[in-house]
């Protein structure tokens, strides 16, 4: 069996040598011979659960979502001048919900879904995924405390009254951090063992397309509900 890539979408088969071989030279996207982002003997594939690993993965597309959500909302108020406090509130509470989602996958590990449970503590996900993202482990580790103790310090123990923004961790790095688990996750797919015709796929199929069409959802709708509430006076 030989596995190829589909380049427009992500998605990856096992196909027969002469299949994979034909595939490659036609004039689709298909192709073998392009270089792993992942090390396929850092993974014990049976003890991976397709159920768990999609949670995992639902819960990176949370973050992202809820962080792009805040900053359209934080950006857009500072530009049509709006003051209702309602809207940093809930400029507040998507970045809270971005923090919470985040730790779920990457924060402690007492997560049900948490990568360690997900993937297996001694696995190779955490080396892949840095060496995806081009920071070393010590990076990933700085960015999880930080992240960590922004949810219990700053958000357990915050009464987040939309009065201001709060102060967070750059979510640069964990938007990043989605978009290379979901390179690694779609490599690691087909090397699950699975039930005779049971396939599994991840959802979106391209993460650049996903967070395209997200963004601009996103940038359609937010200031146009905001400058239809501009000057709606919030009564304490």
């Given at each position: 069996?030989?596995?190829?890539?589909?380049?427009?979408?992500?998605?990856?088969?096992?196909?027969?040598?002469?299949?994979?071989?034909?595939?490659?030279?036609?004039?689709?996207?298909?192709?073998?011979?392009?270089?792993?982002?992942?090390?396929?003997?850092?993974?014990?594939?049976?003890?991976?659960?397709?159920?768990?690993?999609?949670?995992?993965?639902?819960?990176?597309?949370?973050?992202?979502?809820?962080?792009?959500?805040?900053?359209?909302?934080?950006?857009?108020?500072?530009?049509?001048?709006?003051?209702?406090?309602?809207?940093?509130?809930?400029?507040?509470?998507?970045?809270?919900?971005?923090?919470?989602?985040?730790?779920?996958?990457?924060?402690?590990?007492?997560?049900?879904?948490?990568?360690?449970?997900?993937?297996?503590?001694?696995?190779?996900?955490?080396?892949?995924?840095?060496?995806?993202?081009?920071?070393?482990?010590?990076?990933?580790?700085?960015?999880?405390?930080?992240?960590?103790?922004?949810?219990?310090?700053?958000?357990?123990?915050s009464n987040m009254d939309g009065e201001a923004e709060i102060k967070l961790?750059?979510?640069?790095?964990?938007?990043?951090?989605?978009?290379?688990?979901?390179?690694?996750?779609?490599?690691?797919?087909?090397?699950?063992?699975?039930?005779?015709?049971?396939?599994?796929?991840?959802?979106?199929?391209?993460?650049?397309?996903?967070?395209?069409?997200?963004?601009?959802?996103?940038?359609?709708?937010?200031?146009?509900?905001?400058?239809?509430?501009?000057?709606?006076?919030?009564?304490?």
């Open positions: 069996m030989m596995l190829v890539r589909n380049t427009r979408t992500g998605e990856q088969l096992d196909l027969e040598g002469s299949v994979a071989e034909r595939w490659h030279h036609s004039c689709s996207p298909w192709t073998y011979g392009w270089k792993s982002k992942i090390n396929p003997t850092g993974y014990n594939f049976s003890e991976i659960e397709p159920e768990s690993m999609h949670q995992f993965w639902n819960n990176n597309m949370a973050f992202v979502r809820s962080a792009l959500i805040a900053r359209q909302l934080s950006a857009s108020i500072k530009e049509l001048g709006v003051t209702n406090i309602i809207w940093t509130q809930l400029i507040n509470s998507s970045y809270t919900t971005a923090v919470i989602e985040w730790c779920k996958a990457y924060g402690t590990n007492n997560e049900e879904f948490h990568w360690k449970k997900v993937f297996g503590e001694n696995s190779s996900f955490i080396t892949d995924l840095s060496w995806e993202l081009n920071l070393t482990k010590d990076d990933l580790e700085r960015y999880r405390v930080a992240m960590t103790e922004a949810r219990s310090k700053r958000i357990a123990h961790p750059q979510f640069d790095t964990a938007i990043n951090m989605a978009r290379a688990t979901h390179a690694l996750v779609i490599e690691l797919i087909p090397r699950i063992p699975t039930e005779p015709n049971e396939i599994y796929r991840l959802n979106p199929p391209n993460f650049e397309s996903w967070i395209t069409h997200l963004q601009d959802s996103i940038s359609s709708t937010i200031p146009d509900a905001l400058a239809a509430t501009k000057n709606v006076v919030f009564e304490r």
